[in-house]
């Protein structure tokens, strides 16, 4: 059977991938580059807003569509299985991964899902125990849970045996690795985790996804300082206002994100700050609008990512009162990416002269640490050069 997969989301979903490719492969199915060259093309869904649910059904569509079969799989089917079945009859749905293994005479793989020769995401931690009124997260993937450290060094171990020089790691709630509960953040120890790979590996870089402030005690910036550690930190803000935190049930404060924004540049002053955030949260008022602008700007973000606020059906943010029209949520969502071009190209111009140690990529560019694409034509894929950054180097990706 040739395959191939469509993915949508996340780091873990991209990892989900490598894993289910890696055990097809091992049981003898034939990986293929595009859906023309398939005989089953498997979409790997996404639910975290009403875009990335309809990308998930147009990927599983324009399969049915080329004349493929069709198994569609992931969060959104999690989520939402008899929506699912009612609009994409013709798919094959898989709740379970294991159950769509099953289907092809395929097991679960404990191997190593290689997906490149630069960075591999690494799982840490999976679920979340948060009760954010615009998620379901907590139902796509379940409760929090974090790895065992052995399982996640184990995991290093064998990307540094691969030659890989990158390792990214991820989770849904990554920072509350060590959490007994992701409303309990004073529990959090990936400070001790992350000490722990710098010792007992010898990986080149290490790269955190997304992040909750609330989790980054002083024991983290205090490991964050080492060059090993990407100077990156991705912040998952959602609003700058404190009354919409609140309304969201975010769990975290203005003052967390501030906070770990001042840790993170006396730690790392080139550190590069970006954040999610969502435009014309229900109740959302000019003012309150406002003052997320305002928070971005006092942060000096090196990149935003912005999404108009999106009602999922079965979170209570759907049912609030006072839902922002949709023109009001694209406008805001216009000021936010605006703002956040600028302060990019602030940061970029702030970083000109400098050197990147810069991680190649098959495409001729490659990563600083800090998160800067740069030009390395003629380096091999997965060498780690010394770039000076300007220019007539930067090869940023709009």
């Known amino acids: 059977m040739r395959f191939y997969i469509r993915t949508l989301g996340c780091k873990l979903n991209q990892l989900d991938s490598a894993e289910l490719a890696a055990a097809l492969a091992r049981a003898g199915h034939q990986p293929v580059g595009s859906e023309g060259e398939a005989d089953w093309v498997l979409v790997n869904t996404c639910t975290v807003t009403g875009e990335s649910d309809r990308k998930s059904r147009q990927a599983a569509y324009g399969g049915l569509r080329q004349g493929r079969d069709v198994a569609v799989f992931g969060c959104s089917v999690r989520v939402q299985p008899a929506r699912w079945r009612a609009l994409a009859p013709g798919a094959m749905l898989c709740e379970d991964l294991d159950a769509l293994l099953a289907c092809f005479n395929a097991a679960p793989t404990t191997g190593f899902p290689l997906t490149g020769r630069t960075r591999i995401p690494v799982a840490v931690q999976t679920g979340c125990d948060d009760l954010c009124a615009f998620c379901l997260t907590r139902v796509a993937r379940g409760p929090h849970r974090s790895l065992p450290t052995e399982q996640v060094l184990t995991k290093v171990r064998e990307a540094e045996a691969r030659g890989i020089r990158e390792v990214v790691l991820t989770g849904v709630n990554t ?9 309990r953040p004073e529990g959090a120890r990936l400070a001790e985790l992350l000490g722990r790979l710098l010792q007992e590996t010898q990986i080149a870089r290490i790269r955190l996804s997304s992040l909750g402030p609330q989790y980054l005690h002083g024991a983290f910036f205090d490991v964050f300082a080492d060059l090993r550690v990407c100077d990156h930190l991705h912040l998952s803000v959602q609003s ?7 309304r969201m049930a975010r769990g975290h404060r203005v003052e967390e994100i501030v906070r770990a924004a001042e840790a993170a540049r006396r730690a790392r002053p080139d550190v590069a ?3 999610d955030l969502i435009a014309g949260f229900p109740g959302e008022t000019d003012a309150e609008h406002g003052e997320t602008l305002a928070v ?4 000096g973000v090196a990149r935003l990512h912005v999404f108009p606020f999106s009602a999922r059906e079965g979170t209570p ?4 009162p006072g839902q922002v029209p949709p023109e009001a949520k ?3 969502a216009r000021e936010l990416r605006t703002v956040g071009e600028r302060l990019r190209a602030a940061f970029l111009d702030a970083q000109h002269g400098k050197s990147g140690a810069v991680l190649a990529e098959r495409d001729g560019t490659g990563l600083t640490t ?3 694409r740069l030009g390395v034509p003629g380096v091999p894929e997965g060498a780690l050069v010394s770039v000076v950054i300007g220019p007539d180097t930067l090869a940023e990706r709009s």
Do not use: K, M
């Open 240 to 246: 700058g206002s404190p009354s919409v935190l609140q």
């Open 317 to 320: 943010a759907a049912a609030f």
């Open 370 to 372: 800090n998160y800067i």
């Open 330 to 332: 694209r406008e805001r």
């Open 296 to 299: 971005v700007e006092a942060l």
């Open 273 to 275: 700050l970006t954040a």
């Open 175 to 183: 920072a509350a690795w060590g959490c007994d509960h992701t409303r």
